[in-house]
């Protein structure tokens, strides 16, 4: 229609804008916000003269360049924040409303929360939680308009499930400060979802940009390495917590930009090389058996640039090398890569504040890597916060100071225990038969059938011929068990019984 001026609807407190200027204000009420099907994403309808599109273009460019210097000015003004506790109702298979406790026990986060429990029990879907519990951060004069539609209010029900016929609710604990600090602020919302109207109730407080960020990064346990460009679309910082095909992004692709970025002029090879070193160091620390990383040009031996891992056995290509050693790569290089994009402007990206959660932490790792694979994290990342989930008692072994919790299934629910027992200073054995992995026995399933069959007889009144007989059969069957901690303890007591048999047998 001629002389139509554009949109459909005009929301806002103010007036349309004036002819000539862009419409700055953008002030939209909530009867203005509709939701856009399944995606769960919020949209307002702004009215833009059509004689202003000519100026909008010509000035995009120049707004752009504004928008990008204000957002890392920003980010350096800004106060991290970081995750104290998750509260949740009848969400999956937990019941009643319950607490997860994220903190140090001192009023700080802590830097590492460990979960654990059986499979089934809930341990993903509290890292799926928290993942949509990030903050929605907004400019100061709309937060109070569009609070109601938090992303988590529209998400959680689609992506991770209610109970059936019971009012639902989630709700996070923050901490606004430096991850040590004990003066930092504590911030927190909620929200409550009725099952019969689906309606959605959001409390709190909502995050203004020019005062606090939050970057929250998720990763799912297949932690699969894309294999496409990285100018194409590129998943969310935590979609692989959601759906295990998400690739994260091409780690070689990546590394080989890093590279190139890093040989162009002058003026920003310096940095592009710091970030490009700062990975790379991360990489050789993590991965057992690499003593080198190179980059190779097209050539002879190799048709396209790749990148190349010096191994015992030679220089390996990294679609060559092991299942465990690709996975690792590919979380460590999207963290780093994300960290960059974040932080642009920071000497070392992978020292700012991050929230970092993990499912199976542990998976396709070596005993060896498993022990040490957190003392290298808190070097490499120290404002992180991890939480993650594992199986391993390595992995608690080697937690100092973390905080554990652990899920049990009670009934038709599942509970959250913030209080374990604490295991520092235990054997693994000892901490495979603790309340967090509740193992009846460290020894194999075969042996410990021997050794209660064994016990059995001999605590026995009296025992006949045949139990007799029996026992010593079992004595045959068990051997001998060793109780050294070390190889060199084993082998020594294995000495010393070899001789109390000879002496034995030389006295009869």
């Known amino acids: 229609m001629a002389g139509d001026t554009g949109p459909r609807m005009h929301c806002g407190q103010g007036p349309p804008a004036p002819s000539g200027g862009l419409l700055a204000t953008g002030v939209c009420s909530a009867a203005a916000l509709h939701t856009l099907g399944p995606s769960g994403a919020v949209s307002a309808d702004l009215q833009i003269p059509r ?44 019941g009643a409303e319950q607490l997860l406790n994220l903190s140090d026990g001192k009023g700080r986060p802590a830097p590492w929360t460990i979960i654990l429990g059986n499979n089934g029990v809930g341990k993903t879907t509290l890292l799926q939680c928290l993942a949509l519990c990030e903050p929605q951060t907004m400019d100061p004069f709309v937060e109070e308009r569009i609070g109601a539609f938090s992303r988590v209010a529209v998400e959680l029900p689609r992506r991770i499930g209610l109970r059936r016929g019971a009012w639902a609710m989630l709700a996070a604990g923050f901490h606004k400060g430096a991850l040590d600090s004990h003066d930092g602020d504590t911030k927190s919302f909620r929200v409550d979802w009725d099952p019969a109207s689906n309606v959605k109730r959001l ?40 759906q295990e095909d998400v690739p994260l992004r091409n780690a070689e692709e990546w590394l080989l930009q890093a590279d190139y970025a890093a040989s162009k002029a002058p003026a920003r090879a310096k940095f592009a090389k710091a970030n490009r070193d700062r990975i790379v160091q991360v990489l050789l620390d993590l991965l057992p058996d690499i003593d080198d990383i190179i980059f190779v040009a097209p050539g002879p031996r190799v048709p396209v640039a790749r990148v190349e891992f010096k191994t015992p056995y030679g220089f390996v290509g990294m679609r060559d090398l092991s299942l465990g050693y690709r996975t690792l790569i590919a979380w460590m290089v999207d963290l780093a890569s994300r960290l960059f994009e974040r932080y642009p402007g920071s000497a070392n990206p992978l020292a700012e504040p991050a929230v970092v959660l993990v499912d199976e932490i542990d998976l396709h790792l070596h005993p060896a890597w498993q022990r040490r694979l957190m003392s290298y994290l808190r070097e490499h990342f120290p404002r992180a916060q991890f939480i993650v989930t594992a199986h391993s008692p390595l992995v608690v072994q080697s937690a100092v100071d973390a905080n554990i919790v652990v899920l049990r299934k009670e009934g038709d629910h599942v509970v959250i225990d913030n209080n374990p027992t604490s295991v520092q200073g235990w054997r693994v054995d000892q901490i495979l038969t603790s309340d967090l992995f509740e193992l009846s026995s460290a020894r194999s399933p075969q042996l410990e059938s021997l050794l209660q069959e064994r016990t059995q007889l001999l605590s026995k009144a009296r025992l006949s011929a045949s139990d007799k007989a029996k026992v010593k059969e079992l004595d045959a069957q068990i051997g001998f068990l060793p109780t050294g901690e070390t190889r060199n303890e084993r082998e020594a007591l294995e000495i010393i019984q070899r001789f109390a048999q000879r002496v034995q047998k030389e006295g009869q």
């Open 203 to 242: 409390s709190g407080v909502m995050f203004r940009k020019d005062e606090e960020h939050f970057a929250c990064h998720g990763y799912g346990a297949t932690r699969r390495m894309g294999a496409g460009a990285l100018s194409g679309k590129v998943s969310s910082r935590n979609e692989s917590l959601f």
């Open 51 to 94: 004689n202003d599109m000519a100026a909008r273009k010509k000035t995009s460019k120049t707004v752009k360049r504004s928008a990008a210097k204000t957002r890392v000015a920003a980010r350096k003004r800004a106060t991290p924040l970081y995750f104290l506790s998750l509260r949740i109702k009848d969400i999956r298979c937990f």
